[in-house]
């Protein structure tokens, strides 16, 4: 029986250039526009956006791999202060502000109380299998999301091995390469984990990863301007 998994996508950083740049209100690109119209944008194309090469390769990883239960997504997004939400749900301009205003610490209730809440039900409709994991794809060097998941997934919380000792971009480019190999990668329980390490050998460059990064959702990338460097996510 294949064991039932579901993804956890640590959101990217809505207060950083890239989150500034597209909340500006004389922003006149495509996904500026929809951010300030009634129809709104998606949240994995906006932290797409937002994040760069990292989110981008979460999202396209978590997609080709989750393998939820029925009727449950296979694919969340961890938010600072909405819990857990899907990719493609809507999302607007006020919204993003108020995520920018909110710290992604356990020790904030806005952030911990909402988070913990959808967790709890997410446990609850996933121990209708016998065998799940939920796998963390976002930084496990500190605990701002290990420490309240882990209380509630205990054991089932998971992570990629290969992330311990890579930084953001390194993550992102070795979850697309993957997803253009079909090679899943292989996953350890985060609780008692060595979480950190020496920095593995950089990965051979390959083309066509920036390329594949932009059309790995909706149309984050698309028609964007250009920013002299990418923004760090949140990790």
């Known amino acids: 029986m294949m064991t039932a998994r579901?993804?956890?996508?640590?959101?990217?950083?809505?207060?950083?250039e890239r989150a500034r740049l597209v909340l500006r209100e004389q922003a006149r690109f495509d996904l500026?526009?929809?951010?300030?119209?009634?129809?709104?944008?998606?949240?994995?194309?906006?932290f797409s956006f937002m994040s760069g090469l990292y989110?981008?390769?979460?999202?396209?990883?978590?997609?080709s791999f989750a393998h939820p239960p029925s009727g449950l997504d296979g694919t969340l997004v961890i938010t600072p202060c909405q819990g857990l939400r899907p990719p493609a749900v809507q999302?607007?301009?006020?919204?993003?502000?108020?995520?920018?205003?909110?710290?992604i610490d356990p020790a904030d209730p806005r952030y911990r109380r909402p988070l913990v809440r959808d967790a709890h039900a997410l446990a609850a409709a996933l121990d209708r299998v016998a065998a799940w994991q939920v796998v963390l794809l976002?930084?496990?060097?500190?605990?701002?999301?290990?420490?309240?998941?882990?209380?509630?997934?205990?054991?089932?919380?998971?992570?990629?091995?290969?992330?311990?000792?890579?930084?953001?971009?390194?993550?992102?480019?070795?979850?697309?390469?993957?997803?253009a190999d079909g090679r899943e990668l292989d996953?350890?329980?985060?609780?008692?984990?060595?979480?950190h390490g020496p920095r593995p050998a950089k990965l051979t460059p390959r083309r066509g990863i920036l390329t594949s990064a932009g059309q790995a959702y909706g149309r984050g990338g698309d028609a964007t301007p250009q920013v002299h460097r990418v923004s760090a996510s949140c990790g």
């Open 6 to 16: 579901v993804f956890l996508l640590s959101p990217a950083h809505c207060g950083g």
């Open 32 to 46: 500026a526009r929809r951010l300030r119209s009634r129809q709104g944008a998606s949240l994995g194309e906006v």
């Open 55 to 63: 989110f981008r390769g979460k999202l396209a990883y978590a997609l």
């Open 91 to 103: 999302v607007g301009a006020p919204l993003l502000r108020r995520y920018g205003r909110v710290d």
């Open 138 to 179: 976002g930084s496990v060097a500190s605990g701002k999301y290990i420490e309240p998941l882990a209380e509630v997934f205990g054991e089932r919380l998971v992570f990629p091995a290969e992330f311990v000792g890579r930084g953001d971009m390194s993550r992102g480019g070795l979850l697309l390469r993957c997803v």
């Open 187 to 195: 996953y350890v329980p985060l609780v008692g984990a060595r979480r």
